[in-house]
């Protein structure tokens, strides 16, 4: 089944091309079922990117999903033009008074900040209470996991000594789990940070969960005891440049990175990247879509609560 996106939307070509089935409003207007409502908060700075990487892997299942993205009233994207956003996205107060079978928040780059001097990080603490009670299933991705495990859970973020940035070998912590229906037991995905939450702060909180851990880079996947809220630490839905391309952005900078871990045949960047981690991200969001939002949203969304 289809994703519903809004008309135009850039992204539509790519994943045309890519044989993912996308839909147009006018068309998914015509069909008589209930989609899913699925709202993405884009706190990264070319709106773009992160929207084809999203839109592929809610694209790629059997559920028909509609889409709204939203960005921060209190702070303008400098990397999106105006007109962009205006066309395709929404802010906060043209959506509170919806209600939505799901909810992504983006990483962002900002995760060398204290939490409380993001620019946008009341309006962002007032949209993750607002989804307590008008979401049904959230999906925190990177620092928009960092943010997430604060703001409810009090969970401080640490500052590591080097970036981590690679792809890294996983194993699962529990079993059973549907999240994970059709992963191996080992599995791997990127990740990109240079902070991090400790395994030991989370155990401590009885109302969460660790899923998945590396051994490497520590704590990937954790979720609250009611699966309503997923906190995610790395990138499974990383194109297969995109860690190139960071790598080479902090080259220009004069940073001095580190080559990504895993990720060139023979440690050279100028061979091209192995990509191993595609159908991990399809069994993530496809899992998460299926088991945590489809399954167990009231059909009446605005019973959600």
Same mark, same amino acid.
């Given at each position: 089944?289809?994703? @519903?996106?809004?008309? /135009?939307?850039?992204?539509?070509?790519?994943?045309?091309?890519?044989?993912?089935?996308?839909?147009?409003?006018?068309?998914?207007?015509?069909? &008589?079922?209930?989609?899913?409502?699925?709202?993405?908060?884009?706190?990264?700075?070319?709106?773009?990117?992160?929207?084809?990487?999203?839109?592929?892997?809610?694209?790629?299942?059997?559920? !028909? =999903?509609? =889409?709204?993205?939203?960005?921060?009233?209190? *702070?303008?994207?400098?990397?999106?033009? @105006? &007109?962009?956003?205006?066309?395709?996205?929404?802010?906060?107060?043209?959506? @509170?008074?919806? #209600?939505?079978? +799901?909810?992504?928040?983006?990483?962002?780059?900002?995760?060398?900040?204290?939490?409380?001097?993001?620019?946008?990080?009341?309006?962002?603490?007032?949209?993750?209470?607002?989804?307590?009670?008008?979401?049904?299933?959230?999906?925190?991705?990177?620092?928009?996991?960092?943010? +997430?495990?604060?703001?409810?859970?009090?969970? !401080?973020?640490?500052?590591?000594?080097? #970036?981590?940035?690679?792809?890294?070998?996983?194993?699962?912590?529990?079993?059973?789990? @549907?999240?994970?229906?059709?992963?191996?037991?080992?599995?791997? =995905?990127?990740?990109?940070?240079?902070?991090?939450? $400790?395994?030991?702060?989370?155990?401590?909180?009885?109302?969460?969960?660790?899923?998945?851990?590396?051994? &490497?880079?520590?704590?990937?996947?954790?979720?609250?005891?009611?699966?309503? !809220?997923?906190?995610?630490?790395?990138?499974?839905?990383?194109?297969?440049?995109?860690?190139?391309?960071? *790598?080479?952005?902090?080259? $220009?900078?004069?940073?001095?990175?580190?080559?990504?871990? /895993?990720?060139?045949?023979?440690?050279?960047?100028?061979?091209?990247?192995?990509?191993?981690?595609?159908?991990?991200?399809?069994?993530?969001?496809? /899992?998460?879509? /299926?088991?945590?939002?489809? !399954?167990?949203?009231?059909?009446?969304? &605005?019973?959600?609560?």
């Amino acid at each position: 089944m289809p994703i @519903k996106i809004p008309n /135009n939307l850039p992204a539509a070509n790519i994943l045309e091309h890519e044989n993912i089935f996308v839909m147009n409003a006018a068309r998914a207007y015509s069909q &008589d079922i209930r989609p899913l409502k699925i709202l993405i908060l884009n706190l990264m700075p070319i709106k773009s990117v992160t929207e084809t990487q999203l839109l592929r892997l809610l694209g790629n299942t059997p559920l !028909q =999903v509609e =889409v709204d993205f939203i960005y921060t009233e209190t *702070y303008t994207p400098t990397h999106t033009s @105006k &007109d962009y956003l205006t066309e395709f996205y929404g802010t906060f107060k043209d959506v @509170k008074h919806k #209600k939505y079978d +799901g909810l992504i928040i983006t990483g962002a780059p900002v995760e060398l900040m204290d939490f409380e001097d993001v620019a946008y990080w009341s309006e962002l603490v007032e949209i993750m209470e607002w989804s307590k009670t008008h979401v049904y299933s959230t999906f925190h991705i990177c620092w928009g996991a960092q943010a +997430g495990l604060y703001y409810h859970y009090g969970v !401080q973020k640490y500052v590591l000594d080097e #970036k981590i940035s690679g792809v890294y070998k996983h194993k699962l912590c529990v079993k059973y789990e @549907k999240l994970f229906r059709g992963f191996d037991d080992e599995f791997f =995905v990127p990740h990109s940070r240079n902070t991090e939450e $400790r395994i030991s702060d989370i155990e401590k909180i009885p109302a969460l969960k660790i899923l998945a851990v590396s051994e &490497d880079v520590g704590v990937y996947i954790v979720a609250n005891l009611e699966k309503r !809220q997923f906190f995610i630490t790395g990138h499974a839905e990383y194109d297969p440049y995109t860690l190139k391309n960071e *790598y080479e952005r902090d080259l $220009r900078a004069g940073l001095n990175p580190k080559i990504p871990q /895993n990720y060139f045949p023979d440690n050279n960047p100028a061979r091209e990247p192995v990509v191993k981690w595609r159908s991990v991200a399809h069994l993530l969001f496809a /899992n998460w879509l /299926n088991y945590y939002v489809y !399954q167990e949203t009231p059909y009446e969304i &605005d019973s959600i609560g």
